[in-house]
C-alpha cells in the first residue's frame, strides 16, 4: 500500500506564500498521479492541482495561476508552492493519489490565511 504525509502548513497573511509537501511512502512504484485537494468549512473537497509521473499537470481554474506544483520521482514528492494567498484558500489541504484498486490520502495539512 501508499502512505501520503503532508507537511507545511501553517498560518499566513493576505498575500503571503506557503510551500505543502507531499511525502509518499510504501508502493510508490504503484503511483502514477498525485494530486492536491482541499477542503473547507463547507466539507467540500476540491481539486487544486495534480501532477503524473511525467510531470504533466492539470490545475483548478479558481488558483489562477499562483499555484505551482512540481514534482521529485527520486524522492517521491511531491511540492506545491503557493503565492499571493488569499483568505478563500484557507482550506486543510490533502494529498491524493489513486492506484488500480484503491484511492489514498494523506491526513491533511492546515493552511490558514488571514484576511
Known amino acids: 500500500q501508499v502512505q501520503l504525509v503532508e507537511s507545511g502548513g501553517g498560518v499566513a497573511q493576505a498575500g503571503g506564500s506557503l510551500t505543502l509537501s507531499c511525502a509518499a511512502s510504501?508502493?510508490?512504484?504503484?503511483?502514477?498521479?498525485i494530486g492536491w485537494y482541499r477542503q473547507n468549512v463547507r466539507k467540500d473537497r476540491d481539486l487544486v492541482s495534480t501532477?503524473?509521473?511525467?510531470?504533466?499537470?492539470h490545475n483548478a481554474d479558481s488558483e489562477k495561476g499562483r499555484f505551482t506544483i512540481s514534482r521529485d520521482n527520486a524522492k517521491n514528492t511531491v511540492t506545491i508552492q503557493m503565492n499571493n494567498l488569499k483568505p478563500e484558500d484557507t482550506a486543510v489541504y490533502y494529498c491524493?493519489?489513486?492506484?488500480?484498486?484503491?484511492?489514498?490520502w494523506g491526513q491533511g495539512t492546515q493552511v490558514t490565511v488571514s484576511s
Open positions: 510504501g508502493n510508490t512504484r504503484s503511483i502514477n498521479t
Open positions: 491524493n493519489t489513486p492506484t488500480w484498486d484503491h484511492q489514498y
Open positions: 501532477i503524473d509521473r511525467a510531470g504533466l499537470t
